[in-house]
Every structure is written in structure tokens, then in C-alpha cells.
């Protein structure tokens, strides 16, 4: 009997497969998930750390949570 994975392990390989996939595409933009650590043998593979302060986070949060429900309020508005 094969023992199962973990789910968090299965989602990690799956998405590594896709991250590989696209990496071997050409050029892209791939936003956490792991990518630096995945990619991390391919050559030419370009990482870039970004950080801020936690407030400036929680502010840019806010800006965009409160245009997500404001679009979203005028797209259901739009359909009446």
C-alpha cells in the first residue's frame, strides 16, 4: 500500500511542475509560490525581494480591497 501525501506536499509539486513549465516557456513574472527556491538552478533566473513597512502594507490593502468591492458593487449595479 502507498502510504498518501500530504495535500500541502501534492500542491507544492503541482505547482512546481507549472512554475517549470512556464520558466521553460520563456520570460515571466511569477510572484511567490516559491519560485526563487523552484528555479533556483536555472540560469538566468532573476530574484527580487520587495518589502515595506507594515503600515504602508495594511494602507495599500485597504486601497485595494475598497476598490475590489467598489468595482464589484458597480458591476452588480450595472446588470439591474
Avoid: E
Avoid at 47 to 55: A, G, Y
Amino acid at each position: 500500500m502507498v502510504p498518501l501525501r500530504p495535500i500541502f506536499l501534492r500542491l507544492f509539486q503541482a505547482q512546481r511542475q507549472v512554475i517549470r513549465q512556464i520558466a521553460r516557456k520563456g520570460s515571466c513574472v511569477i510572484i511567490g509560490r516559491c519560485a526563487d527556491y523552484i528555479l533556483k538552478d536555472y540560469p538566468g533566473c532573476l530574484r527580487i525581494f520587495i518589502r515595506s513597512d507594515p503600515d504602508q502594507r495594511r494602507q495599500c490593502i485597504r486601497r485595494f480591497l475598497a476598490v475590489s468591492v467598489i468595482s464589484q458593487l458597480l458591476s452588480l449595479l450595472s446588470g439591474i
